[in-house]
C-alpha cells in the first residue's frame, strides 16, 4: 500500500494562484501514473489532471486546461499541481492518486488508481 501525503491547500481569491504537492511512499516512483481528482460538496469526484510515470505525458481535464500545469519529481517521489487562475468553481477537496498504469488515457479514469491520499481542501473566494 502506497502512502500518499497532499499538502498545500487553503484558501485564496479568485484569480490567484496555489501549488499542491503530493508526497509518495512508494520507492519505484516513475514506474507509476499520478493523477489529481476534485471532489466538491454534493459532486462526483471529478478528473483534474494527471502524469505518466516518467512525466513526459500529461491530462488535463476540459475545466482546467490551460490554467492548471501537472508536474513530478521522481528524484523526491513527489507530484505537483500548480493552479493559476483560480475561480470559485475550483473550490473542492482535491487528491491525489497513484495508478499501476504509468501511461494513457485510462489514467483520467478513477478507477484506474490504486491508492488515494487524505485529500487537501481548496477554497477560492470570489
Known amino acids: 500500500q502506497v502512502e500518499l501525503v497532499e499538502s498545500g491547500g487553503g484558501l485564496v481569491q479568485a484569480g490567484g494562484s496555489l501549488r499542491l504537492s503530493c508526497a509518495a511512499s512508494?520507492?519505484?516512483?516513475?514506474?507509476?501514473?499520478m493523477g489529481w481528482f476534485r471532489q466538491a460538496p454534493g459532486k462526483e469526484r471529478e478528473f483534474v489532471s494527471a502524469?505518466?510515470?516518467?512525466?513526459?505525458?500529461?491530462y488535463y481535464g476540459d475545466s482546467v486546461k490551460g490554467r492548471f500545469t501537472i508536474s513530478r519529481d521522481n528524484g523526491k517521489n513527489t507530484v505537483y499541481l500548480q493552479m493559476n487562475s483560480l475561480k470559485p468553481e475550483d473550490t473542492a477537496v482535491y487528491y491525489c492518486?497513484?495508478?499501476?498504469?504509468?501511461?494513457?488515457?485510462?489514467?483520467?479514469?478513477?478507477?484506474?488508481?490504486?491508492?488515494w491520499g487524505q485529500g487537501t481542501q481548496v477554497t477560492v473566494s470570489s
Open positions: 492518486a497513484v495508478s499501476s498504469r504509468p501511461i494513457g488515457s485510462i489514467l483520467r479514469v478513477v478507477a484506474s488508481y490504486d491508492s
Open positions: 512508494r520507492r519505484t516512483f516513475s514506474n507509476y501514473g
Open positions: 502524469i505518466s510515470g516518467r512525466g513526459d505525458t500529461t
